[in-house]
T-cell receptor, first 114, second 112 residues
Framework: AQKITQTQPGMFVQEKEAVTLDCTYD???????LFWYKQPSSGEMIFLIY??????QNATEGRYSLNFQKARKSANLVISASQLGDSAMYFC???????????FGAGTRLTVKP | DTGVSQNPRHKITKRGQNVTFRCDPI?????LYWYRQTLGQGPEFLTY????????KSRLLSDRFSAERPKGSFSTLEIQRTEQGDSAMYLC??????????FGPGTRLTVT
């Protein structure tokens, strides 16, 4: 069964600094996709970044990058140059290759300090 | 606005009543998903449609829950005989590929 673990319930970062949000996963399927979503207090889930299990390079999208370590089954999100607007809940999620359901972790609440 | 929309945004109902939520996906997206999110947790998958066909249902979707997507466009999620444990945020998402899903703002249900 799939499992997503986010071990940091809350994280603080100073504005303009970088922060890493941890995510580990467990699957026996060799084909899977990993996702990060941001959920501000308004409630809407905002897609940030995607990494496929066969991708050779780590995914990057603007200030977001995914540190994908396949052997360790980790997919940490790195946010560079944090902004106050980055304060939100962040969810790591995974979908196995043959499935349609996406499984989410419990989330990490990021607070950016001015 | 071409994003996913959900109505209503908030619903308060008494235990035992039926409620129905609507989701309008991004127009060119043929895949539609429903999730439920309780406080302090990540979303949990409920069901998946490809066009009008409901192809997957989670065990979380008890027989009191039913979802439809009659014309392959908007979808409805109905909960019959609501219970206090049904209180949650119900999220709809759509996609055109098997990759990222785009979420709506959700419907927050409170059962009193």
């Amino acid at each position: 069964a799939q499992k997503i673990t986010q071990t940091q319930p809350g994280m603080f970062v100073q504005e303009k600094e970088a922060v890493t949000l941890d995510c580990t996963y467990d699957t026996s399927d060799p084909s899977y996709g990993l996702f990060w979503y941001k959920q501000p207090s308004s409630g809407e889930m905002i897609f940030l970044i995607y990494q496929g299990s066969y991708d050779q390079q780590n995914a990057t999208e603007g200030r977001y990058s995914l540190n994908f370590q396949k052997a360790r089954k980790s997919a940490n999100l790195v946010i560079s140059a944090s902004q106050l607007g980055d304060s939100a809940m962040y969810f790591c999620a995974m979908r196995e290759g043959g499935g349609n359901d996406m499984r989410f972790g419990a989330g990490t609440r990021l607070t950016v300090k001015p | 606005d071409t994003g996913v929309s959900q109505n209503p945004r908030h619903k308060i109902t008494k235990r035992g009543q039926n409620v129905t939520f609507r989701c309008d996906p991004i127009s060119e997206h043929n895949r539609l998903y429903w999730y439920r999110q309780t406080l302090g947790q990540g979303p949990e998958f409920l069901t998946y449609f490809q066009n009008e066909a409901q192809l997957e249902k989670s065990r979380l979707l008890s027989d009191r829950f039913s979802a439809e997507r009659p014309k392959g466009s908007f979808s409805t999620l109905e909960i019959q005989r609501t219970e206090q444990g049904d209180s949650a945020m119900y999220l709809c998402a759509s996609s055109s590929t098997s990759y990222e899903q785009y979420f709506g703002p959700g419907t927050r249900l409170t059962v009193t």
